[in-house]
């Protein structure tokens, strides 16, 4: 299994490295989903991925918006740094971009993004004829779905750890249609963790749903089949990064020990302590186990 963390900075990607991540997916200054990270230009790309290989360690580069027709010069700009440094794998959510990275840069392997809304195994079936290697399943996914896509035979990326987004894989229009960033352009705004008021009752965030923490299930993650693990935060700071990355590293590792062992799912506890560093390395509105 693959533990995968953000890193919206150089920081973020050296503190994931140091506590165990074996892959980081981040984004370039251009056509990622998250453009008020910090993101790296061109020099700091090719150093963050050098940085990785010479640790045995995976870069995932984030092309994840809709790209506008307009702007596919500068998109073959940015695959043909891509391709130069040699990144692991590029995440894709538009289809044209998949199709001009088939056609023109075939050696890049390519991972279909949250963003295109994969949330059963049809979905699945379908990238992985398209040439897609692995699957990002919309978050709404249950167990039994996420296992029945494993079932399929393309790799399964499932999200661990983070944000939770109140429209359906995060394919929301609130912030463009209110204040003209789009989130499918990377620049959501996120007033869904507003406060709004209905009937005149007490302001509440009716819409900011609680952060998704499945640290006391990973071992059904696991058993369903699920091949990384990731985490989600490239606009959270390296501290974050750090606490979360070393916390799932550490159950992970000791799952697999119990699984070597022959010991079944019931020998695998959390301790209260890493449990309470853990949700403390960022508080929103507290943390469920999603779906």
Known sequence: MELLSPAGNR????????????????????????????NFDADGLRDAVAYAHER???IYVTVNTLVKQCELDDLRDVLDLLSDVRVDAVLVQDMGVARIIQQSYPH???HASTQMTINNAQGARLMK???????????????DELRKMADVGVEV?????????????GQCLFSSMIGGRSGNRGQCAQPCRLPYQIDGKKPADLMS??????????????????????????????EYVYTVVKMYRKY????????????????????????????????????????
């Open 11 to 38: 920081e973020a990607l050296v503190a994931a490295i140091a506590c165990g991540a074996d892959a980081v997916y981040l984004g370039y200054t251009a056509f990622g989903a998250r453009s008020y990270a910090g």
């Open 56 to 58: 045995g360690k995976k």
């Open 108 to 110: 890049l392997v390519l």
């Open 129 to 143: 004829d398209m040439g897609f290697a692995r699957v990002v399943p919309a978050r709404e996914c249950t167990l």
């Open 157 to 169: 990326e499932a999200f661990a750890h983070g944000a939770l987004c109140v429209a359906v894989s």
């Open 209 to 238: 749903l609680k952060d998704l923490c499945t640290i006391d299930i990973l071992p059904e993650l696991i058993d369903a089949g699920v091949d990384s693990f990731k985490i989600e935060g490239r606009m959270k700071q390296p």
């Open 252 to 291: 992970a590792d000791h799952y697999l020990k119990l699984q070597k062992e022959g010991k079944d799912r019931s020998a695998y506890r959390v301790s209260e302590a890493d449990k309470r560093e853990l949700l403390a390395a960022y508080q929103r509105r507290g943390y469920c186990e999603g779906y």
